[in-house]
Structures are given as structure tokens and as C-alpha cells.
């Protein structure tokens, strides 16, 4: 899982398997070690949750998805999952999205990301 923040914006890729693990364990995390301690950041599903919520928890970066979006994500077209919430009257605009391939990058070793839909 890679994540990109951006000012207010953060954005999670998921590779085909995290996809996957997503929709069947209704969680995926990653740690980034640091001299001082860890940088957590990770995806879970949540049963009657209607959007998109993230959340600072400590040093770990938590963003929720409604449980019914991701059980047919892996096998379906759809791409990924964005809105914006208010944080002290700014926005602050979350998207999850599926990896594809690179084109600019060697194919072979890029085995565990979706077909990009341009090739």
C-alpha cells in the first residue's frame, strides 16, 4: 500500500492483493520505521459506515471505508473511493484507489498491480 499526502489530501494505492485482503479481512496496515518509533498507516472496513472517515490515532493514520463498498471491489471496474470533510472549516479530500501498472516501468515487475486500463 503506498500512501501520497499532499497538504489536505491523502491518498492510499492498493495493490490486487491488498485489494483483495481488504475485502476479505476488512483491514490492511503498513509501518514505517523511524529512529524514534513507528509511522502506521491503514485501511478498515466499518458495517454501516455511508462515506469515507480518517482519523489521526496517536502516529498512525486511519482511514474507514463502509463495509458494503469493498466486498465486490476486487472483481469489479471501479477504480476507487474519494470525498472531502471538514476539518476546522477546511476540506480535507481522502481518495483510496486501485495501483495499476506503470507504463514508464518494467511490466514484468509489476505482477501484484491492476492492468492499467491504456495498454
Known amino acids: 500500500m503506498k500512501i501520497r499526502i499532499e497538504d489536505n489530501s491523502v491518498r492510499y494505492r492498493l495493490r490486487r492483493s491488498e485489494v483483495d485482503s481488504l475485502a476479505e479481512k476488512g483491514s490492511i496496515w503498513a509501518t514505517t520505521q523511524f529512529p524514534e518509533g513507528n509511522f502506521t498507516y491503514g485501511l478498515r472496513t466499518v458495517e454501516g459506515l455511508?462515506?469515507?472517515?480518517?482519523?489521526?490515532?496517536?502516529?498512525?493514520?486511519?482511514?474507514?471505508?463502509?463495509?458494503?463498498?469493498?466486498?465486490?471491489?476486487?472483481?469489479?471496474?471501479?477504480?476507487?473511493f474519494e470525498t472531502e470533510i471538514r476539518v476546522d472549516g477546511?476540506?480535507?479530500?481522502?481518495?483510496?484507489?486501485?495501483?495499476?501498472?506503470?507504463?514508464?516501468?518494467d511490466i514484468a515487475s509489476q505482477t501484484d498491480q491492476f492492468p492499467n486500463p491504456k495498454i
Not at 480518517?54 to 471501479?78: C, F, H, N, Q, Y
Not at 477546511?90 to 516501468?105: N, S
Open 50 to 80: 455511508s462515506d469515507l472517515r480518517a482519523s489521526l490515532e496517536g502516529s498512525s493514520i486511519v482511514l474507514e471505508i463502509p463495509a458494503d463498498w469493498t466486498a465486490d471491489w476486487p472483481e469489479s471496474s471501479r477504480v476507487g
Open 90 to 105: 477546511k476540506a480535507l479530500h481522502l481518495l483510496i484507489e486501485k495501483d495499476f501498472v506503470c507504463l514508464d516501468r
